[in-house]
């Protein structure tokens, strides 16, 4: 079986033809991985680390050319292409350092002439299965971290953004990493999963991480659970922004708009719903349907707010979710609602909307719990907008639905930023600013639905693709025991100044 990735905003323009891998395939790619894991693992870290440099730079080099097949392949706006393959670089720029880092501890012994010790081991043979929102940033939090560790990957990309990772792993192996260690194999969900399954049975995979849906990443937590793995997870979210009546207006509509409609709502990090207090609702209500009704949308390649949906299963989701709009919300933002098309016009559209997968974006004002718009995520451009009195309220509004990926707040006041920090159960928050764009440095990672708990990037992420392995050394030619052959010094108990 094979796969054609079209880009989404010019249907003719194929991007490439991919021979899909069967269940088996993707067993061989982790046995391969496998075997090859510890000749890497052998390798200085510093080595490693240098092989991360020079990946890095590669990247560089060919910045603008991966960042327009970015565009072509999944349509994402050129200027945001950019942003995301300079996030691989910061990537590698960060990592390159750390295999001259990877610190272990020496911790002094309860006995004499025995000394304690902390290494940092690889955890062996890693799968990664990544979406196609964030084709070259995503995968790279994952097997940067992973290779400089000493993990080999098989890494399995969204079909829809096939070619941007058969790119990355030419530079990849450009970079000096071994092709047996960093294998990339592309298969749909079903023949994955079952290959996975196979894999996990026989051996070769110790780790899997993956960035996607909350449904598909139960199943995978549930498959690794059944073989004592713990998995990194990031999935959805619905994201708040809580709007305080100090906040600074202006810089909410900047911010609301880049996180509703930025990447047509396509980012685990998009806004779901913008919290207005009750004292601004209408102000701010009808100045942010303002700015998206004039908002620039279509050619990706053009100075547009956002271009086509990843590809028409994107376009079908959102169109779903158009479904779960009810009688008491309000509908705003554009000349029209669901896909873009000649008979269904979005004013001031560039390009021609007929040549892609292009959808309106659409504020739905009177959002409240118990909405099944206030408690699923809506991956698309679909903005959401509720009303709160208090503070308190408005933190529960924004944990409410479980979910707790990233978050935002607006407002001045260091009170209601520092309650707000304490209250939200999110694993990110932005103050002033939009609930994507996380930098590459910081920990990113979700709670409840969004996630197991772990973290990408970072410093952090080395716990995920290391363990802990402790070392005693005893030195003494005989043998202490912990805990029994205690030491104790005389001292007085009783003792009181007179
Ligand atoms: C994602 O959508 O899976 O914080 C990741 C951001 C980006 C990453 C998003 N740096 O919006």
Redesign the pocket.
């Known amino acids: 079986m094979t796969y054609t990735s079209v880009n989404p905003a010019s249907f003719g323009d194929d991007i490439a033809t991919f021979q899909l891998a069967s269940a088996a395939e993707v067993v061989e790619n982790t046995r391969i991985a496998h075997d090859a894991q510890r000749g890497w693992a052998a390798v200085p870290a510093p080595a490693r680390g240098r092989v991360i440099a020079q990946v890095g730079r590669l990247v560089e080099a060919n910045k603008e050319a991966l960042a327009s097949l970015v565009s072509r392949e999944i349509g994402k706006v050129y200027a945001e292409a950019l942003g995301e393959v300079q ?1 691989v670089i910061d990537t590698c720029d960060f990592f390159l350092g750390e295999g001259r880092r990877m610190y272990g501890q020496t911790i002094p012994s309860e006995m004499p002439d025995k000394q304690l010790f902390t290494f940092r081991n690889p955890v062996g043979s890693v799968v990664i299965i990544t ?1 196609a ?2 084709p070259a ?2 995968p790279s939090w994952y097997f940067i971290p992973a290779l400089l560790t000493g993990n080999s990957v098989v890494w399995k990309p969204a079909e829809q953004a096939g070619a941007i990772a058969m790119a990355i792993a030419e530079l990849l192996h450009a970079g000096g990493v071994p092709k047996d260690v960093l294998r990339v194999v592309i298969a749909e969900g079903e023949a994955t999963f079952a290959g996975l399954e196979a894999a996990l049975d026989a051996g070769f995979v110790d780790k899997i991480g993956f ?1 996607g849906s909350t449904a598909v990443g139960r199943k995978l937590g549930e498959l690794a659970g059944r073989h004592l793995q713990s998995p990194c997870l ?1 999935l959805g979210g619905k994201n708040p922004m809580v709007v305080m009546p100090d906040a600074d207006i202006d810089l909410v509509i900047e911010g609301a708009l880049f996180a509703g409609f930025g990447t047509a709502g396509q ?4 806004l779901g719903t913008l919290w207005l207090h009750r004292s601004i609702h209408d102000l701010v209500l009808s100045r942010y349907t303002e700015a998206v009704s004039n908002a620039a949308v279509g050619d990706p390649f053009a100075d547009v707010l956002y271009g086509p949906m990843i590809d028409e299963k994107y376009l079908v989701g959102h169109l779903r979710n158009l479904d779960l709009i009810q009688p008491h919300h309000r509908v705003l933002g554009s000349t029209g609602v669901g896909q873009i098309t000649k008979d269904n016009p979005r004013a001031g559209f560039v390009g021609d909307p007929m040549a892609g997968w292009f959808a309106h974006p659409t504020i739905v004002a009177g959002v409240r719990p118990g909405d099944a718009l206030y408690e699923n995520e809506t991956f698309g451009p679909l903005v959401g907008v509720g009303v709160f009195d208090s503070l308190d309220e408005a933190i529960d509004l924004a944990n409410g639905h479980g979910y707790g990926l ?1 978050s935002a707040l607006y407002s001045n006041d260091p009170t209601t930023i520092w309650r707000f920090r304490e209250g939200i159960s999110a694993g990110m928050l932005s103050i002033n600013n939009s609930t ?3 930098e ?1 440095h910081l920990p ?1 990672g979700g709670n409840g639905n969004s996630g197991n708990g772990s973290r990408l990037s970072g410093i952090w992420v080395l716990d995920q693709f290391t363990r802990w392995q402790a070392m005693n050394w005893d030195y003494s030619g005989k043998l202490q025991k912990a805990q029994m052959d205690v030491i104790d010094l005389p001292h007085d108990p009783d003792f009181k100044i007179t």
Do not use: D, K, L, M
């Open positions: 996030e979406a929102n964030f940033a995503v960035t990031e980012r685990c990090t998009s990233s994507s764009g996380a590459a990113f």
